[in-house]
């Protein structure tokens, strides 16, 4: 079936600088590509998705591009913010049916000002 | 706004106890799922629904069961919670037709 494996953390930036995270993803035919944040406290909430090749998702700083030559959907941002510190998990649907969501371990980003 | 919400946000339990975790969305959302969080592992689907009455086993379903007798409310039920059950877990929904989902702020469980 489908799976997904991202950096593991924690990511420790200090604010304003570049923000890479990985995410590696295994599926059988074109799944749709999800990063979720959850910042403390609070459940998870959709940050930006791609749904076919060489699309870019964006919000709130944030992009991340479907390369399906290279299976990755790497998140990244400019110039990260103290507010942005949280938990990002890459995610893409399941291929078993039902609307199922796989998700990746989840990587923590600490932002210092 | 789609609004997830969850009974409680902290439980403390004792070993043996049945346990009761209530979800409830407010936007007619058919699909609704039970996760839970563990440090290193992510999100693990437990149950899931497409609609009232309807459930499927996730990945993780052993000792654990679920309830969906309105659209709007789905409850993860403990028979008898035990120690390594002590987790987050978390309740989310989507439309019939959609992987995206919304996320309740979840329930942070602890089985003494």
């Known amino acids: 079936g489908n799976s997904v494996t991202q950096m593991e953390g924690p990511v420790t930036l200090s604010e304003e600088a570049f923000l890479t995270i990985n995410c590696t993803y295994t599926?059988?035919?074109?799944?749709?590509l999800f990063w979720y944040v959850q910042y403390p406290g609070e459940g998870l909430q959709l940050l930006l998705k791609?749904?076919?090749?060489?699309d870019k998702g964006s919000n709130k700083g944030f992009e991340a591009t479907y390369r399906k030559e290279t299976t990755s959907f790497h998140l990244e941002k400019g110039s990260v913010q103290v507010s942005d510190s949280a938990v990002y998990f890459c995610a893409l649907d399941s291929n078993t049916g039902g609307f199922k969501t796989i998700f990746g371990a989840g990587t923590r980003l600490f932002v210092k000002a | 706004d789609v609004k997830v919400t969850q009974s409680s946000r902290y439980l403390v339990k004792r070993t043996g106890e049945k346990v009761f975790l209530e979800c409830v969305q407010d936007m007619d959302h058919e699909n609704m799922f039970w996760y839970r969080q563990d440090p290193g592992l992510g999100l693990r689907l437990i149950y899931f629904?497409?609609?009232?009455?309807?459930?499927e086993k996730g990945d993780i379903p052993e000792g654990y069961s679920v309830s969906r007798e309105k659209k709007e409310r789905f409850s993860l039920i403990l028979e008898s919670a035990s120690t390594n059950q002590t987790s987050m877990y978390l309740c989310?929904?989507?439309?019939?037709?959609?992987?995206?989902?919304?996320f309740g702020p979840g329930t942070r469980l602890t089985v003494t």
């Open positions: 599926a059988t035919g074109y799944p749709s």
């Open positions: 791609a749904t076919k090749a060489d």
């Open positions: 629904s497409y609609d009232v009455k309807m459930k």
């Open positions: 989310a929904s989507s439309l019939p037709d959609s992987y995206e989902q919304y």
